[in-house]
Structures are given as C-alpha cells and as structure tokens.
C-alpha cells in the first residue's frame, strides 16, 4: 500500500539517521540509554546547575538518561555505580530499568496522588533541581497537542512554585508553536533569570526546546 511503502522509507531514513547520529554513537559509548543525556549535559555544563550534594527531582525520566547523568554529576568522581552524595528522585509513566541511587516513582504526574508520592519520598525537602523532559504521545492534531503539551510544563512550574529551594531551578522541555510565548511568560513570571536553550543534542528540525528558570520570584511556602 502506498502509504505503507512511504511510512517504510521515513523510517529507512529516521534508522539511517540515527545510526550515524554522533550523540547515539557517543551515548553507546559512554553507557547512556538514550542521547538525550547530552541535552541535559549541555544545558547544565552552559548554567551550571547540578552540584553535588543536591536534591535533583526528574520528571519524565523513562529510558533514564538523564537520571543516569544526574547520578555521575552526583557522585564523587563522576561514576555510574558506587557512592552518592546527593538525591535523585525520577518519576514516569512508563517503567525505568533501576539506575543504582536513584529513586524512581511510576505514575502520571498529572495525578494528584501521584504528586503525593513524589511530595512524600521528599520527606519535607525542598528540590535545588527540577528537570522535566515530559513529553505527550502526540494525536497529531496540532491546538489538543499544544494544549496538551503546555498543561505538563504548567504543571512542573507549579510543582517548582511550591517544591523548589528560593534559589532553585527548573529545566523544562517546551515547543515552539502556539504555546511557547504564554510558557515563556509563565517563566519570566516564577523565575529571577529565564534562559532558552537549544542543546546541539536536539536535532535541528524538532522544535523542541529548553526553557530553564532560576530563582524563584515568589518562594513557595517553607518547608
Ligand atoms: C523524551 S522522554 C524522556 C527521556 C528521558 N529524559 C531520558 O533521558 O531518558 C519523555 C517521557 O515523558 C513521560 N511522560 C509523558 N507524560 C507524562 C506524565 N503525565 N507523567 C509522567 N511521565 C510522563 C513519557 O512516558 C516519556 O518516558
């Protein structure tokens, strides 16, 4: 069918990319499960972000990318297994293969006892980060998937509204399209400092993007 025929040759094409990709290439490499991980790499290494000794919360965290760079970041000298200084709490729909030191949470961040669990594993503690690459299975009807798209970034901006240290934090993965300006605005309205980042991992022709706030406007109740 032709259709079929066509579909075969966007995914001949998508294989053909992405077994050349260097960041796949580099991610086999070094042992990450998804190129992802240079996303976050170039993000933090850009604002310095992750330290040791911090509470880092992953939101969308499935492979685990991400999780596994928090958790070298986190560790004394930078290892995938061994000694940990720091938390690392990662949440998802989907099942995540265990990363040792990181806590991982399944559920929609979209419920609310599932944001209970998160608040739970905190034990009270504030986050220094919260990253969220979350990302919707896409209908391909362009106002739902903005919608759907904006209500999980609004959702990370209140989490960090209320769960972030003054000074802390949140990376999230945004689009370019219909919702990004009332994002940026919702931003610069939680945030001291707001910086769009477009990794060098995030292929050209996504718009997918990266909007980071730093310190709080209005801290969030104490804990
Ligand atoms: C691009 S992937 C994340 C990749 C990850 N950062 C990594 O480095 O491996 C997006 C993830 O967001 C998750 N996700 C989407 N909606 C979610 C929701 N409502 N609650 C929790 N996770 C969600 C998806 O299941 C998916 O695993």
Request: net charge positive; glycine share 10%; hydrophobic share 40%.
């Amino acid at each position: 069918m032709k259709v079929k025929t066509k579909s075969k040759k966007v995914n001949r094409a998508w294989l053909n990319d992405h077994v050349n990709d260097p960041y796949v290439k580099l991610a086999t490499r070094e042992g990450y499960r998804a190129r992802a991980a240079y996303k976050l790499k170039e993000i933090d290494e850009t604002l310095g972000l992750i330290k040791p000794g911090q509470l880092v919360v992953d939101l969308g965290s499935t492979p685990g990318a991400w999780s596994q760079y928090l958790r070298r970041r986190l560790s004394p000298g930078g290892a995938a297994i061994g000694a940990l200084n720091g938390t690392i709490i990662a949440l998802d729909i989907l099942p995540m293969a265990p990363i040792e030191g990181v806590v991982f949470l399944p559920g929609d961040f979209r419920e609310p006892e599932v944001l209970q669990k998160l608040e739970h594993e905190m034990q009270g503690r504030k986050a220094d980060v919260v990253v969220s690459d979350m990302a919707p299975n896409l209908s391909g009807i362009e106002s739902a998937d903005a919608a759907r798209i904006s209500h999980l970034v609004e959702l990370a901006v209140e989490f960090g509204q209320h769960h972030l240290k003054p000074e802390g934090a949140l990376v999230a993965k945004v689009f370019h399209g219909s919702g990004y300006g009332p994002l940026t605005r919702l931003f610069k309205g939680t945030f001291k400092v707001v910086k769009p980042i477009k990794p060098k991992a995030s292929r050209d022709k996504s718009s997918e993007t990266f909007l980071v706030g730093i310190g709080l406007r209005r801290s969030g109740p104490q804990a």
